[in-house]
């Protein structure tokens, strides 16, 4: 199905603030967002030209975000919880909406918006699935979707078909009280990365980070730990990968951002007690000419803090898109 956008991607959202200025750990402000107007921002994607677009959680509304910080409304969704976002080399979205999360009851949805914000596209709706939470591209066009009360992993492939890809014991949450603490949402599957033939899945409440390798039909190979298990990933959301292998994720209540070697040792490379990290859910590499070591971070602030996207300078450029 198909839905024409009447709201023109010019129309500047009431609340925004632009700025840079300096934060702990090398982390700075790029645009702060307003908690009023329920602007928490839960995932980001940056396109081929530099390009920043973040999903607004409750109010289904993606966010175009220049890398100067102007920000702007690009798309409203139908009304659910809009939770992972991605891009294709077109520069078109794929968004994730979730009607229930948690619950059996639940229907995930997988939605496309053109490169130019004017036309949305159904491409699945998932009965059933608990939470589809984070979406990646391989390099033959195929998505990976994790879903984090479900224990799976969807694929839509580069023809069209949709189907359950994996379903495993790694990929489910750890029931509350975990060895690492209680997590207010307990997920399992999160954010998730691709990497040549091998699928990089977090598990937030097992605290591992997940390999699963793609065989040369399309199948997955036996999933395993890579790094875990490991308090430092404890509430481990979203990630994003460089080009010598180093996997970066954000660990949402722990206010922090760590970095895993190819050796699978854990640094942590930012972290606050408040602004600007709170509740730090997704990572993208810029694009941009001069920007490709920077990452950008939203802070989803829940339940207090600043909702908005900050950024930092890793010193290493971020993998090329596929």
Same mark, same amino acid.
């Given at each position: 199905?198909?839905?024409?956008?009447?709201?023109?991607?010019?129309?500047?959202?009431?609340?925004?603030?632009?700025? +840079?200025?300096?934060?702990?750990?090398?982390?700075?402000?790029?645009?702060?967002?307003?908690?009023?107007?329920?602007?928490?921002p839960?995932?980001?994607?940056?396109?081929k030209?530099?390009?920043?677009?973040?999903?607004l959680?409750?109010?289904?509304?993606?966010?175009?975000?220049?890398?100067?910080?102007?920000?702007s409304?690009?798309?409203?969704?139908?009304?659910?919880?809009?939770?992972?976002?991605?891009?294709?080399?077109?520069?078109?979205?794929?968004?994730l909406?979730?009607?229930?999360?948690?619950?059996?009851?639940?229907?995930?949805?997988?939605?496309?918006?053109?490169?130019?914000?004017?036309?949305?596209?159904?491409?699945?709706?998932?009965?059933?699935?608990?939470?589809?939470?984070?979406?990646?591209?391989?390099? +033959?066009?195929n998505?990976y979707?994790s879903?984090?009360?479900?224990?799976?992993?969807?694929?839509?492939?580069?023809?069209?078909?949709?189907?359950?890809?994996?379903?495993?014991?790694?990929?489910?949450?750890?029931?509350?009280?975990?060895?690492?603490?209680?997590?207010?949402?307990?997920?399992?599957?999160?954010?998730?990365?691709?990497?040549?033939?091998?699928l990089?899945?977090?598990?937030?409440?097992?605290?591992?980070?997940?390999q699963?390798?793609? &065989?040369?039909?399309?199948?997955?190979?036996?999933?395993?730990?890579?790094?875990g298990?490991?308090?430092?990933?404890?509430?481990?959301?979203?990630?994003?990968?460089?080009?010598?292998?180093?996997?970066?994720?954000?660990? &949402?209540?722990?206010?922090?951002?760590?970095?895993?070697?190819?050796?699978?040792?854990?640094?942590?490379?930012?972290?606050?007690?408040?602004?600007?990290?709170?509740?730090?859910?997704a990572?993208?590499?810029?694009?941009?000419?001069?920007?490709?070591?920077?990452?950008?971070i939203? &802070?989803?602030?829940?339940?207090?803090?600043?909702?908005?996207?900050?950024?930092?300078?890793?010193?290493?450029?971020?993998?090329?898109?596929?």
């Open positions: 199905m198909k839905k024409r956008i009447i709201q023109s991607c010019t129309i500047l959202v009431l609340g925004l603030t632009a700025m +840079r200025t300096a934060a702990s750990a090398g982390v700075s402000w790029l645009v702060q967002f307003d908690r009023t107007l329920r602007q928490l839960e995932s980001i994607a940056i396109n030209t530099g390009d920043i677009f973040v999903t959680a409750p109010i289904h509304t993606i966010m175009k975000v220049t890398p100067d910080g102007m920000a409304t690009f798309a409203v969704l139908p009304p659910e919880t809009a939770q992972g976002i991605t891009t294709d080399p077109q520069g078109n979205l794929y968004v909406l979730n009607s229930a999360l948690g619950l059996p009851s639940n229907v995930g949805q997988l939605w496309r918006i053109s490169s130019d914000g004017t036309n949305q596209t159904l491409l699945a709706a998932v009965a059933g699935a608990r939470d589809l939470n984070a979406l990646a591209f391989d390099h +033959r066009g998505i979707i879903d984090s009360f479900g224990s799976n992993i969807y694929r839509l492939d580069s023809q069209g078909g949709f189907a359950e890809w994996v379903h495993d014991p790694l990929l489910a949450p750890q029931p509350n009280p975990t060895p690492c603490g209680i997590h207010p949402f307990d997920p399992g599957a999160n954010g998730v990365a691709f990497d040549h033939d091998v990089y899945v977090l598990n937030s409440t097992q605290a591992k980070l997940i699963i390798p793609v &065989n040369p039909d399309g199948s997955p190979g036996t999933p395993a730990i890579f790094v298990p490991t308090c430092d990933l404890f509430a481990a959301d979203g990630l994003a990968l460089d080009v010598i292998g180093n996997v970066y994720a954000a660990s &949402n209540i722990q206010n922090k951002i760590v970095r895993i070697a190819p050796d699978r040792s854990i640094t942590t490379i930012a972290a606050a007690p408040a602004d600007p990290l709170v509740f730090p859910s990572i993208a590499f810029e694009t941009s000419f001069g920007l490709q070591k920077h990452i950008y939203t &802070n989803f602030a829940n339940p207090g803090g600043t909702p908005g996207i900050v950024t930092m300078d890793v010193g290493v450029p971020g993998r090329p898109l596929p």
